[in-house]
């Protein structure tokens, strides 16, 4: 059974959908803010939108999953995630996993990615960000 979106995280998902990264952003005092909320974590607005960021990043920390809890990714053992530090604003990040050409090989902080899209079934579109 596939997980279903929150209604404040509803626009993240349709975005990923049509490969977009959309990230919510507050129109009073401009601050991005993820994970959705349904008011401002700055200033406590509750006029909210979702605008497109560029899509890259660096890696700010990251780990190396051997044995994965989670059913459906146990077969994909090993494998790296970690969290992704957007440069549209200071501490914006976004949790993923990382991808490219020997990964678990190159994959080291502050390593520059940019985000691709992955259909998962049963659910639709994820980011997951790819070194450059």
Avoid at 102 to 125: C, N, S, T, Y
Wanted: proline fraction near 8%; hydrophobic fraction near 40%; aromatic fraction near 10%.
């Amino acid at each position: 059974m596939a997980p279903e979106p929150s209604e404040i995280a509803r626009p993240f998902w349709e975005g990923c959908n049509v490969g977009k990264l959309l990230i919510q952003r507050c129109r009073q005092c401009g601050t991005f803010i993820h994970h959705p909320e349904p008011e401002c974590v700055r200033c406590g607005s509750a006029d909210l939108i979702f605008d497109p960021v560029d899509g890259t990043g660096r890696i700010e920390t990251f780990t190396v999953v051997h044995r994965s809890f989670v059913p459906s990714y146990q077969d994909a053992t090993p494998y790296a995630v970690g969290w992704i530090a957007l440069p549209e604003q200071r501490n914006l990040r976004i949790f993923s996993a990382i991808h490219g050409k020997d990964v678990l090989d190159a994959v080291v902080i502050d390593a520059p990615v940019e985000v691709r899209f992955e259909q998962v079934e049963g659910f639709g579109a994820v980011p997951v960000f790819v070194l450059r």
